[in-house]
């Protein structure tokens, strides 16, 4: 088998770990390893509907020195996020890989399998708009609007008084939009909003601002714009 550009840098990092005096019989056994355990998580990634992203790091000069492997599912809620932290981590010590490489496919299986139980097994977190019985519509509404109005207000300022603010009014609305972005992810992370939900939720304010604007273009044409 060829290997691979990234594993043949990982052999290259562990030779030099292991010292001049190790590069013997043993590097091929070690490098072997890495190929074995890389192709062993490619092959879990095909086999699942949730793929855990492995990554096998040389880690040097400090108290987790050595190959480290780790695994990581995608989030889809804030729930699963929180269910993967401190999980998925494996590391040998360089003293230890050349004796211990022989484990590394089996510490790919337990990495993955770990953070796949660990999403499964995440609880449902529904949003609390839709949980709290004393919630007002229109209260919540207005409390929307302010929001809104304010976050709006302060781009603005910020589009006038900024050191860039002679960018054209386009670049400062896409600038404007991916702070809102981050600030919504924020938002959303702290709220029990999953990813999904804000995707729909974009694509619904998205979809009414257009709206808008094919029912009464005059009146936004009117409207104070973004960096205007």
């Known amino acids: 088998m060829t290997p691979s550009l990234k594993t043949t840098r990982l052999r290259c990092q562990a030779n030099k770990g292991m010292g001049e ?39 040097f000069d400090d108290d987790r020195s050595g190959l480290t492997i780790n695994a990581r599912i995608a989030a889809r809620t804030p ?42 097994n995440a609880p449902p977190v529904p949003r609390p708009s839709r949980t709290e019985d004393d919630l007002e519509p229109a209260v919540f509404d207005d409390l929307i609007d ?19 603010n002679q960018v054209s009014r386009e670049l400062g609305s896409e600038a404007a939009m991916l702070a809102g972005l981050k600030f919504a992810a924020l938002a959303a992370y702290t709220g029990h909003v999953g990813l999904n939900d804000a995707q729909d939720e974009l694509r619904m304010a998205m979809r009414e601002v257009m709206r808008n604007t094919r029912a009464s273009p005059e009146i936004f044409s009117r409207r104070q714009r973004l960096n205007s």
């Open 21 to 59: 005096g190790d590069l013997t019989g043993d590097t091929t056994s070690v490098g072997g390893a890495i190929d074995a355990a890389l192709e062993r998580a490619e092959a879990l990634r095909s086999l699942s509907d949730r793929p855990a992203r492995v990554r096998i790091m040389t880690i």
């Open 79 to 120: 729930a699963e996020h929180r269910a993967q932290e401190g999980l998925g981590t494996r590391r040998i010590p360089w003293d230890e890989l050349d004796a211990r490489a022989g484990e590394l496919v089996g510490l790919v299986d337990e990495v993955v399998g770990e953070v796949t139980l660990a999403v499964r």
């Open 146 to 164: 302010e929001l809104r109005q304010v976050i709006t207000q302060s781009a603005l300022f910020v589009l006038k008084t900024h050191p860039a």
